[in-house]
T-cell receptor
């Protein structure tokens, strides 16, 4: 399967612990996105990378959240000092570059990493 | 930012055509309209994208009137497996923040 891969699929942690999620995008895609989704809501944009550069970052991404994409390949999303409100599905998506900034093109999503903070 | 408005939920029966309308009154001139489908515990999946008039692919059609202030996703002959949440999105001018609304929950009954 050459789709977007996320790991781990499920993570249960205690409040105050740090967690890290990994996303492996489709190999030829230079754009990578992170979203957070809570039950009954649509995905909320967190951050966007074009290659290794983090070009957009939501205000939702507090100083406890950090994302990286070294060498423009896989990406990691780290949450420090987790809180119960961080419990959600964390989704990664990738897409290929298009010349038109009005058209994000087709986003290919992974199956998500579900975080439960006790 | 172009905000989208969709019905919260819709019910249908197998074999019927389903039309889900999305309002995007302040869509920018060059913005595209995109629809995604999401099943429980899975990431959203791209269905269709368009700019104006009508677009059709193997799973759906997208109708966009001339003023582009709304769009309608049409699913022909739905089956039980089409039960999902459907999101309408409008590209954000000048950036890449793809904003999802709450979506429309479609329930297909036998």
């Amino acid at each position: 399967d050459t789709g977007v891969s996320q790991d781990p699929r499920h993570k249960i942690t205690k409040r105050g612990q740090n967690v890290t999620f990994r996303c492996d995008p489709i190999s030829e895609h230079n754009r990578l996105y992170w979203y957070r989704q809570t039950l009954g809501q649509g995905p909320e944009f967190l951050t966007y990378f074009q290659n290794e550069a983090q070009l957009e970052k939501s205000r939702l991404l507090s100083d406890r959240f950090s994302a990286e994409r070294p060498k423009g390949s896989f990406s990691t999303l780290e949450i420090q000092r987790t809180e119960q409100g961080d419990s959600a599905m964390y989704l990664c998506a990738s897409s290929s570059h298009t010349w038109d900034s009005h058209n994000t093109g087709e986003l290919f999503f992974g199956e998500g990493s579900r975080l439960t903070v006790l | 930012l172009a905000k989208t408005t969709q019905p919260i939920s819709m019910d249908s029966y197998e074999g019927q055509e389903v039309n889900i309308t999305c309002s995007h009154n302040n869509i920018a001139t060059n913005d595209y309209i995109t629809w995604y489908q999401q099943f429980p515990s899975q990431g959203p999946r791209f269905i269709i994208q368009g700019y104006k008039t009508k677009v059709t692919n193997e799973v759906a059609s997208l109708f966009i009137p001339a003023d582009r202030k709304s769009s309608t996703l049409s699913l022909p002959r739905v089956s039980l497996s089409d039960t999902a949440v459907y999101y309408c999105l409008v590209a954000i001018t000048g950036g890449f923040k793809t904003i999802f609304g709450a979506g429309t929950r479609l329930f297909v009954k036998a």
